[in-house]
Structure formats: C-alpha cells, structure tokens
C-alpha cells in the first residue's frame, strides 16, 4: 500500500479541541451553546447516533437538550416541537433525526426550524445559503467534513481539479458549490455518467459519494491523486465498506480516506463546531 491514510479521528480531535477553547471563551461571556437533539420513536440506528452525538458534544463543554416524542407523534406536535426550539433561546442549533414516519410532510416539518438554528443543514434556506454564498445557515455536516479532511492534511483545493460523483442535496451537491467557492474546477458525475473512470482518473481530488459499495475500483484512479470516500456500505459479509474498492485504489493514489474511521468520524464534531458557531452569531441579537 502506498498512499497516505487520512484518518479522520485525527480531524476530529483537532475540531473538538478548537471547540472546547470556544465554548470556555463563551461561557466566560455567560453564553452556554446547547444542542437540540428531537428525536420521534426508537428507531436503533437513531438511539445509537444519538448516544455518539451526545458524547461528543459534552466532550466538548456543550450542553444537551432532548426533545424526544412517540413514534406516533402527529405532524402537528412535531412542528410544535420545533417551533419549541425556535422560541428557546436556550438552544443553539437542532438535530432532528431523519427519516419521519410515514405520513410525515419532512420538508414542512424541516422548513419550520429557523435557519439559524439549523446545524445540520435541513432547511431550504442553509442550502441556498450554500449554493450562493449569502445568507444564514450551515452547510450540510458530511459535505463540511470533506472540507475538514482536505484542510487539515494540508491538501490544495485552489485551482485544483475535482471529481464528485453523486449528486444528492446532502453530499454530492453542497460539496461541488462548497468547492468551487474554494477556487476549484469541478465536475459532478454519477453512477450513468458514460466514461466515468476517463473523468475520475483526471482529476486531482476524487469525492466518492455515489452510496455504492466499492463501486470505484482501481480501474477509476491514476497517481497522484487525493480519494475522499464518503460512502457508506456493507458488502455481502456484513463488512462496512465504501463506495471505492481501498485496497484497490490504495495502491494507486497518493492520499486516501479509509471507511470506516474516515469521514464519518469527523462529521459528529462538525456538528458540534456548528452548534458553537451557531451560539456565537446568535450572542448579539
């Protein structure tokens, strides 16, 4: 194997530390950045994240505030829950655990959130912000954590040449604007783009994050290059894997995001780094 593993706790560790210096600093001021979390039923995979979330956030000096409802809640209590939060100074940004149940209008329900509350990037109005650079609001956490990685190792993104295949409003798409506000030359492709490792083998940064296991094999990639993976899979052995084939792909490219301990362990402390950012702008109004 000849490319440099990005580890993500190493990014992680790196934003808590630099977030619980904020929050003291806040707190010496009177302010205490609290992160909402409203969860609606016990779906494990939610339980779980949340546990995470709320460890890492009191890591880091924050508070926590749950909001936790029936998995048959009405649309109406779980708009006036968050509308709740709206209204309570007290809390800096939310967490809302998503997909609601079935039944649930979820675009209304996450368009109700203010803005500035909106750390994990739910509303219309944090994507707009993102796609025009104006505005209030948060960029989607794992689309920032692709950022954090590149930036912490010391990685170019200025005049560089970016590949990202996928194109959900969740990854794909924030991280191509995020990038191009960064001065890079981007491409959007996806699993039906024709020739698509002629495309990625150009690039100097490849994001995969098209939510296919090891869809990119070593095929799709050339020397030189930086592979951040954001996928998420389990292969046919219950394995966790990601959208590229590392073993693969680790013996081509230079630098190389592994799955797991690669972006998804940095994506909780973005979270976190929003709520503390979300205070601080909130301090003088």
Do not use: W
Request: charged residues 25%.
């Amino acid at each position: 194997m000849s490319a440099k593993i990005l580890e993500g706790p190493a990014v992680a560790t790196a934003i808590n530390e630099a977030m619980a210096a904020k929050v003291e600093q806040l707190k010496n001021q009177g302010i205490s950045p609290t992160l909402g979390i409203l969860r609606v039923g016990e779906r494990p995979d939610d339980v779980s994240y949340e546990k995470g979330a709320t460890k890492r956030a009191e890591g880091i000096g924050l508070d926590v505030e749950k909001i936790l409802l029936d998995a048959d809640a009405t649309q109406d209590q779980i708009i006036d829950a968050v509308r709740g939060v709206n209204a309570n100074d007290a809390i800096s940004g939310l967490l809302m655990f998503r997909p609601l149940p079935k039944g649930i209008d979820e675009d209304l329900i996450c368009n109700t959130l203010d803005v500035r509350k909106d750390v994990d990037s739910m509303t219309e109005k944090s994507l707009t912000s993102v796609f025009t650079g104006n505005g209030d609001g948060f960029a989607p956490c794992t689309a920032q954590a692709c950022i954090e990685i590149l930036d912490y190792y010391d990685i170019p993104i200025e005049g560089k040449n970016v590949v990202v295949v996928g194109r959900s409003l969740v990854i794909g798409k924030p991280v191509a604007m995020m990038l191009l506000s960064r001065n890079a030359t981007v491409t959007i492709a996806h699993s039906r783009t024709k020739n698509l490792p002629e495309i990625t083998k150009r690039a100097d940064i490849v994001i995969a994050c098209v939510g296919r296991a090891q869809m990119l094999d070593g095929s799709y990639f050339s020397a030189g290059q930086t592979v951040i993976d954001v996928g998420i899979n389990f292969n046919d052995e219950g394995k966790m894997v990601g959208d590229v084939n590392f073993d693969e792909a680790a013996e081509i490219v230079d630098a190389i995001t592994p799955v797991p301990r690669g972006v998804g362990s940095v994506t909780t402390s973005v979270l976190c780094k929003h709520v503390v950012e979300a205070a601080d702008a909130a301090k003088g109004k």
